[in-house]
């Protein structure tokens, strides 16, 4: 068994995770009428910033 075949069991639940953020910090963002910044920004920071983005969404970019 090669080094990759190993990891991969091991880095499934971080793909899960991070699918799971993205989902429901897109899905939060398309319901809110106002955000901290432009939303187009926001989508932006959620798609291309892994595990990060969609955090830094939920923690700094909903208005409350």
């Not at 939303?39 to 932006?44: C, F, Q, R, T």
Request: aromatic share 10%; charged share 15%.
């Amino acid at each position: 068994m090669d080094v990759s075949s190993k990891l991969i069991p091991l880095l499934i639940p971080v793909f899960v995770i991070q699918a799971g953020l993205v989902i429901f910090a897109l899905v939060d963002l398309i319901k809110r009428e106002k955000t901290h910044g432009p939303k187009w920004a926001w989508v932006l920071v959620i798609l291309f910033i892994n595990i990060i983005g969609p955090i830094a969404y939920l923690l700094f970019g909903r208005e409350d």
